[in-house]
């Protein structure tokens, strides 16, 4: 067991993905540096400017290069440097990459991962802060994950890399340093799709994902001081959603918080709570409750108006009273 | 226009001219047998090439099949048929019946895929394929792989903002790319003006230190000449390089359109007179190749070939719509998916 | 009055806001040769090639051309050939167009609109037949609106011209031709945001848009028949949702079903219902059920698989049915 | 590099010279402060152009302001302080202060907006502002109005697809727009190599038949002829041109950024010989327009009123976390609204 940021173990996984597959390739902007975020730290030394690729400053062509490297025997695994940026990749993400294998009957295939650091609570304003994940995670054909540990950052994205299908990996950028785990220093994968339950409780089930679980685990801990015992459910896995998990969880505990920082319309929360309204019915005892970014274009730079725009301990905390008491 | 040929690569054998022959004449009655399908009710939808068949059969014999990457657009049909897809193929795809081997059905007709012939899987989306031909070829150096890499497209695709990335790229790594445009003067309605101020597509290669090539795409041979010689800039790594061959569609643009509203008669009918399947037959005749018996036999057969297609591939069973949720995703074994490591 | 098919009343929106806005500029792909779908038949003979605009083949330049047009006093309204070409300007749509004005702190704005064909049922195959506006719908500082009649498409197209911000425009491409309205020979608009009730009943509610409210109609009718009487609400506009309009019919029936061609996972269902699962959950009788297209990344171009993929009048009458007597 | 400026369009008088040194010193005062303030804690981000000032203040000169629009990028910290931007507005960005003219806090410092002045918002994505620059100016000349559009951008951002399509359309329409490339070598760590197969960014007009025109952007009366014979070829509608300015920016990319990983220490420093401050400063002394006392002076009066509008604006309210929610849509009177008709 190593201690490893969750940063460190995107930078390892993809190191020891590189060491087994000779064919896998990191691109992206200034990769070869090691990456804004030095996620590709020492891979230009070691495996080479072929393999370890700097691209133009063109996102779309960086995603669908990606995806013609993965016709002809390469394993690529693609940086955007900032889930902002990659709208231009758009087109290649949603009208190549999701319907490669559908449109031919499966007779090809697109393995690729496209890495996207996403997020706020880093002072990055409109345009370093925003969680786009909705967005991906409905279109059919894609696999949408965003891991909350570096235990998962790691084994999930070994799963991602071995996939037979595209993955959006979302990264959070609060993560990267903020969370350290003891990681096993032996080959290991967190399979993609099935959430990860990361508190029991009775009294009433958080869902979230990404950072903001972390939220929700501290607030769990404060209300279960006054005796209020939650589940909290991190999904991990955005696309496919695991429903069972998500279905278990609300029947269980008969009310349900969702909570994350992308703004509220049309986020993952209602798909979520959809799901719930639609199967778990009969066993809710309470109004299914979302907390979530307001509905505006992006997170401001100001520190103020971020910080108004994110759930906290405190207001999911808040949220969680709320439910508790209906 | 000049035939600009680079150089006298790949001499053309006489069967191999008298089997590109064929090809385009396959793929003219094919293709209007589609669009007459349309017209009848039998076929929803028809996207074809008459009128591009020269430039297309030169490019699949300039390549070397199931070597070299292809990565064509909707009006390939003689591509095709010159890379030996069967006209049955094709018109099981136009009658999206469940074995259509590009889609399964899905697909609208001539959205080519045929792994075993490295002809990749494409969208509808214009130009969004060029990147996959950049990415292959990468793929293809980077693995030491004596493979060349061929994606077209229309001039209209050129104003994407992919073509751009793509070529810049491809020149930057100095990859086995050959663009080829197959420039018949339109994007649907629109002139060819209205996509790009410089006079050939050709001049747009300047912008990224690549060398462009006009070529008469109704001439066969000086096409082939100059695909080859592309090809083989490729394979010396002195590639990419854009080609540009001049053409004209004679249909309108899908059986959707009505290009009377925007062409007129008499361009078409000036263009009528350069049909590429009407030059090459007037060279093959003026060489001894093919005596005016033979072109009639021959094209009597193709007519009589691709009618029993259209029949047969008319009564092929349909999609069954409990298959609609398939392959979405990889379904079984990882380890046998094309692509990964 | 006169008969107009939705072709008509968007061809008439755009001629009669061209007459009296002197700026007013229409332009995309094929729009001089009156567009592939003829919705701008005519008006380069009245209104000259720089007001009706043929542009390259280039959808990020589209949008964003018509952004910047509208900065400097013109109206423009740019159409996206299908709306399954529209991912190329998703950056200019997202991170230009909806941000424009909360990022300059209301200094700038962005009065485009963006008319989108979409839609499936005319064996379009999977790249003209997507409905996308799910991913539109998600982000703050767009308008979202997918009229359903002849009547609405005329009237929200004008009230989208003259809207301060982006506004963006699905057209359905089977209601063109297949619906017709007595339409008034006056200036009229539909304002953008309320949803319309296009039937009262009181024993469920269907809440559906596009051309779908047609089947919903249809499928309403025929249980009328067996006695179950139901609301059908016509969104009409995807964003802001009216949640009043919606709340509203949800309390009255207790029962709602939501129907969308789009594919389930994510779409405007997901966040329909989870309005309903959050602020009418004490006054629902049965879960809230959802009928869409299956999670295929597009529609296949085979009849059969095309027709497996939508809702019809009979699978809507189907769950309709199976609601009421829950 | 010779200085290529395209004939002797505006001279500039002695006082506009003093005026454009002066400018170029605050911006650069400014600039460092702005990293210190970073560097201190008191300021989270902060991104500049040290090294780019010429260039930047040429472009403003060239200008009328007021009349053109200009859509400049993150660097161009000098092209606005010689549009008239007070320090004290750009500081109020910086620390996101509720009066921060540009966004209102909401934006990183340095994403210009200022409407009286024709300067348009802009995002942080690269390159998605050029197809607004050709937007504008095809409005300009629709309308009939003599304006001209200066949109200006590094040489990492012609890689992306709206670069291309933007120049393309401009081209096509011949459209009144200044491309100015402040090519300084480096899109963060990537050296131009990587971004495009031609040696000047300038060559890349060619694929779209404009002219192209490259010049030494640490020059000031170089860059400043070059600009205004760019807005007078616009003006006398030969535009668009594409400028190239070569430069270099001695501060790291931003705060966020090392550049002692990817650049040199002695590239560093042999640029740093051709500071476009010090270059203009030995030119004026040469002409006798500025002596060594006068310029200690003013350098010093640059600095104090800086370190006044530092303090001004950290002093000045923060944002209103009950305002976030505000100017998603149009609030009030739509007639009111910028824009329309
Ligand atoms: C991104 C995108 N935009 C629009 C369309 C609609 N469309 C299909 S073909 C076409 C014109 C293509 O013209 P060109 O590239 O010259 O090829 P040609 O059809 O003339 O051979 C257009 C606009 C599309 N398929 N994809
Ligand atoms: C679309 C997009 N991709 C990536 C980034 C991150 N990024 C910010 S600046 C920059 C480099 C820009 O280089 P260049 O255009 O040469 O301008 P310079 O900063 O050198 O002046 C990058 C990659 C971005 N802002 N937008
Ligand atoms: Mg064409
Ligand atoms: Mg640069």
């Given at each position: 067991m190593s201690t490893k940021t969750y940063l460190d173990a995107i930078h390892d996984a993809m190191w020891e993905e590189m060491e087994r597959l000779p064919t896998m390739v990191v691109l992206g902007e200034d990769i070869q540096e090691g990456g804004v975020f030095r996620a590709t730290d020492g891979m230009l030394a070691k495996f080479g400017k072929d393999r370890v690729l700097d691209t133009p400053l063109a996102e779309s062509s960086i995603v669908g290069i990606a995806i013609g490297m993965a016709q002809n025997g390469c394993v690529p695994v693609a940086?955007?440097?900032?889930?902002?940026?990659a709208f231009p990749a758009f087109n290649q993400i949603i009208s190549e990459a999701a319907k490669w294998r559908y449109r031919s009957n499966n007779a090809w295939g697109c393995p690729i991962v496209v890495r996207m650091p996403y997020g706020a609570g880093i002072r990055g304003g409109m345009y370093h802060s925003?969680?786009?994940?909705a967005l991906l995670a409905h279109v059919p054909g894609l696999k949408v994950v965003a891991p909350s540990t570096p235990h998962d950052a790691k084994g999930m994205l070994k799963a991602a890399i071995r996939d037979p299908d595209p993955v959006v990996y979302f990264e959070h950028k609060k993560a990267y340093r903020a969370l350290k785990d003891e990681l096993p220093d032996d080959d290991y994968v967190v399979p993609i799709a099935p959430a990860q339950v990361r508190r029991e409780g009775g009294d009433l089930t958080v869902i979230s994902y990404g950072f903001m679980v972390h939220e929700c685990l501290q607030a769990a801990e404060e209300l279960a001081g006054d005796g209020v015992e939650s589940t909290v459910l991190d999904l991990?896995?955005?696309?496919?959603?695991d429903r069972t998990a998500i279905l278990d969880a609300a029947r269980r505990t008969g009310k349900v918080l969702i909570v994350h920082e992308a703004n509220l319309t049309g986020g993952i929360g209602g798909e979520v709570a959809a799901i719930i309204a639609e199967h778990a019915f009969d066993d809710l005892d309470a109004p299914i409750r979302r907390l979530a970014a307001p509905d505006v274009p992006a997170m401001p730079f100001s520190g103020a108006q971020e910080d108004a725009c994110l759930p906290s301990k405190e207001t999911i905390a808040a949220a969680m009273r709320d439910l508790a008491a209906y | 226009m000049a035939i600009q040929a680079k150089g006298l690569e790949a001499p053309v054998e006489p069967d191999q001219r008298l089997r590109m022959y064929r090809d385009m004449l396959v793929a003219r009655e094919l293709s209007d047998r589609m669009f007459t399908l349309n017209r009848q009710g039998r076929a929803a939808f028809a996207i074809t090439g008459q009128g591009h068949e020269a430039v297309q059969v030169a490019a699949a014999h300039a390549v070397r099949p199931g070597v070299d990457w292809i990565l064509p657009y909707y009006r390939d049909v003689a591509m095709m048929i010159a890379l030996g897809m069967k006209p049955r193929d094709i018109l099981l795809g136009l009658f999206a019946k469940a074995d259509d081997p590009n889609s399964g059905g899905r697909q609208m007709p001539c959205h080519w895929s045929w792994p075993e012939m490295r002809v990749v899987t494409r969208s509808s989306v214009i130009a969004a394929n060029l990147p996959h031909a950049a990415g292959i070829a990468y793929a293809s150096k980077l693995r030491g792989l004596d493979e060349v890499t061929l994606v077209s497209f229309g001039e209209g695709a050129t104003s994407e903002g992919d073509f751009h990335e793509s070529v810049n790229f491809a020149a930057i790594h100095q990859l086995?790319?050959?663009?080829?445009?197959?420039?018949?003067?339109?994007a649907i309605s629109e002139s060819s003006e209205k996509q790009m101020a410089v006079k050939h597509v050709a001049d747009r290669a300047k912008g990224y230190g690549i060398i462009g090539q006009t070529v008469d795409g109704n001439d066969l041979i000086a096409a082939h000449q100059t695909l080859s010689w592309g090809v083989g800039e490729c394979r010396r790594g002195r590639g990419p390089v854009l080609i540009e061959a001049k053409t004209y569609r004679f249909s309108p643009h899908t059986s959707s359109d009505d290009d009377r509203r925007y062409r007129p008669r008499e361009e078409v009918e000036e263009w009528a007179k350069r049909d590429p399947i009407d030059r090459f037959r007037t060279r093959l005749q003026g060489e001894g190749a093919l005596t005016p018996d033979d072109d009639r036999a021959l094209r009597d057969t193709v007519k009589r070939e691709i009618a029993e297609a259209v029949a047969g591939a008319e009564a092929a069973p349909d999609c069954d719509?409990?298959?609609?949720?398939?392959?979405?995703y990889f379904e079984g074994d990882s380890a046998q998916q094309r692509g990964a490591g």
């Open positions: 940086e955007i440097q900032f889930a902002d940026f925003q969680s786009i994940e991990r896995t955005l696309a496919p959603l | 086995p790319v050959v663009f080829l445009c197959e420039n018949n003067g339109y719509p409990a298959d609609t949720a398939r392959y979405v």
